[in-house]
Every structure is written in C-alpha cells, then in structure tokens.
C-alpha cells in the first residue's frame, strides 16, 4: 500500500498529528480504508514520541469498532511496550486480559517487555513469575529477557551468587543456554568480579554449553578493564584454538587495553594476527592504535597507522583527527590535519576547535 511508507515517514519525523488525519480523515475519502498495518504504524509512532495515552486509545478504537480487523501480537506489545517504558505497568495486565479474550498469544517479546517494566519498577518478585508462565506456555526466554532479570535482581541486590539463579532456573525447568550464561556474566564483569564470571564460563563449557563470540567478548572486556591482559589473551587464543573466528570487537577490546599499557608492540602483532585470520580492522580499531600511539609519543608510528589506513579506503573520523590533533607537534602540523579534515569531507565539530584552542595554550605555556 502506497500509505504505508508515507505513514512511517510522518511518524519517524514524529509527525504524528499529519499521520493520524491521513488514516481517519485522507485515506477513507481515497476509498482506501485503513488496515492492521496502518494502525499499527500509528500506534508506534505514537508511542514513540512519547504519546502512550493516544496509542491505547488508538488500540482500543480498533478492537471496539473495527469489526474486520482484529490486533495481533505485534499491535499488542507495540503498546505494551509504551507503557512499560511509561512507567504505567498497572495498565499492561488489562491489555494482556484483552489479548486472551482475542484470542491473541503473548509471545516471547511480550513476556519480556513486561519483565521489563516490573523490573523497572523494582516489582523484581512480580517479574519472576512470568518465566514459569513463558515455560506453560511453550516459550523460550531470550536474551533480553534474562538480561532483564538479572539487571533487576543486581539493582535489588538479590543476585550476590548468580549460580543460585542458575540453579533456581534449572530448578524451574530451564536449561541454560549461551544466552542464559552471557547475561549472568555481563554484570558480574561490570562489577570487577572477573573470577565469578570465568566460573560461569567454565561451568557453561562443563555442561555441554558451547560459548559464543558474545560470551567471550563479555569475559575478555571485562578481564581488560582491570588490566588482566594475560588472561584476557588466554581466552582469545581459546577462541582461536577452537576454530571460532573471533570478530572486530573482540581484537579492538585487547588492542584498547594493550595501548592503555602502553604496549603498543603486542599492539601491531595483535594487528598483523587480526588481519592474518580474516578479520579486517575498521575506523574504530585503527583510532584505537593511534591513539595508543600518540599517548606513548610514538607519532612516526601514528603517522604509518594512519597511512595503512587510508590506503586500505578507511577515511579517518572527527576522533580519529581530534587524536591527532592534540598530539602532533607544531602549528604547521596542526593547520595540515585540520587541511585534511576539510578535504575528506569531515565538518570539524565544536570539540575539534577545543582541541586546538588548548593546544594552541599548551603551546604558549611552554
């Protein structure tokens, strides 16, 4: 339908008063009534720009008076959703009483969406529930849903041993999964407790449990942060010894960790490794290493990076330029990057002259 990319168009620009006369007022004067998909796009748009109030309005217009039409799952949790991010989660279990008389089925998103404004409520207990409901219902918990929890549970301060949880959702009747493991150690490893997490690691490798790239990403970062780079590359070579392809951000994290040491030597293996087994570096990855380089002084090194970069048709960033900026030496120099900013078609931003107006002050306190 001609009407819909026009709908989403109004709605994206959060022009949703011009979106709402097109589906009541110029689509039936067209004799083009509008359908499922029109309303729906409504319905989010609405809830998007913040107005949750209109979309269940909206929604409950269609289930009263359009007898052809019927929501389905996605009107549903469009609006549940809303509200959930509202903060108006009382009003979500009538919506789900609605869905039932329909005889439409909640679904993964659904159940995970209002896990998510309970816990955002800090109704961590009300939350718990609904896995034991996803499970009579056939349902798998996904990432998002158990990341939900153990958020919630974190900022209830009811998750100090995540292998209770652990057991507790075997306990229910849920094998755990990569997903399952990665959520637990994603805030063990914000929290600094890396030994926690390698268990969990090594109890999910025990049981059968193959861990992914986002797994291992998850651990190493977190082991990076508190500068366990030894570790970090033991797991790395883990990675590579079982003929998983580690990805862009695994090889960016070490590298970021290595230059933050100063080590910008293993820096450059690491690169020529990366690049060896098919992963090639982007804007981020070659930022991270000239500024490993600039930090360390090493500008000969940054000016080689930054060449090998180009050459390979990556145009550096307004980061990337903001780096070099403050670390080269002389006015010259200065003025022949900004040159080159303007060349490559980057607009310098307001941080980009900050930049230049504190070197140029380094410069005459010299």
Same mark, same amino acid.
């Given at each position: ?6 709908? =989403? #168009? ?9 979106? @709402? ?29 913040? =107005? ?11 289930? #009263? ?7 389905? &799952? ?42 998510? #404004? ?59 999964? &990569? ?52 570790? @970090? ?28 040491? #100063?080590?910008?030597? =293993? ?15 982007? &804007? ?17 090194? @940054? ?59 380094? =410069?005459?306190?010299?």
């Amino acid at each position: 339908m001609v009407f819909t990319p026009l709908l =989403k #168009g109004l709605c994206r620009d959060n022009r949703i008063t011009e979106a @709402a006369a097109m589906v009541f007022d110029k689509m039936p004067k067209l004799g083009c009534p509008p359908d499922l998909i029109s309303y729906t796009t409504l319905i989010k748009g609405s809830c998007s720009a913040g =107005k949750t109030s209109s979309a269940t309005q909206l929604l409950r217009k269609v289930i #009263g008076e359009c007898d052809s039409l019927k929501p389905n &799952v996605i009107t549903f949790s469009t609006v549940i959703d809303g509200l959930c991010k509202e903060g108006a989660v009382s009003k979500v279990f009538d919506l789900f009483e609605q869905m039932h008389s329909l005889g439409v089925l909640p679904n993964t998103v659904t159940y995970s969406t209002l896990i998510y #404004g309970l816990c955002k409520q800090g109704s961590i207990k009300k939350a718990l529930p609904l896995l034991d409901c996803m499970a009579s219902k056939g349902l798998e918990p996904n990432f998002v849903t158990y990341i939900t929890l153990v958020d919630g549970l974190c900022k209830k301060s009811l998750l100090e041993n995540p292998g209770k949880f652990l057991q507790y959702i075997i306990y229910k009747g849920y094998k755990p999964n &990569v997903v399952t493991y990665t959520a637990l150690m994603d805030p063990l490893c914000k929290k600094e407790e890396i030994e926690k997490a390698e268990k969990l690691l090594e109890d999910m490798i025990s049981r059968g449990v193959q861990p992914n790239v986002a797994a291992y990403n998850t651990l190493i970062n977190g082991l990076c942060k508190i500068n366990k780079l030894e570790d @970090a590359m033991k797991w790395l070579d883990e990675m590579v010894s079982k003929g998983m392809l580690s990805d862009i951000v695994t090889y960016t994290i070490v590298m970021a960790a290595l230059c933050k040491k #100063g080590e910008t030597d =293993k820096v450059e293996e690491l690169l020529d490794d990366m690049i060896s087994s098919g992963v090639l570096p982007d &804007v981020v990855t070659y930022s991270t290493l000239i500024d490993g380089f600039c930090k360390r002084k090493e500008l000969e090194s @940054a000016k080689k990076c930054r060449q090998e970069m180009v050459s390979r048709g990556i145009s550096p960033s307004i980061v990337t330029w903001n780096i070099i900026i403050f670390a080269f030496g002389t006015a010259d120099d200065v003025m022949n990057i900004l040159d080159n900013v303007v060349l490559n078609h980057r607009v310098p931003h307001y941080p980009t002259y900050i930049l230049i107006k504190a070197y140029i002050k380094r =410069k005459k306190s010299r």
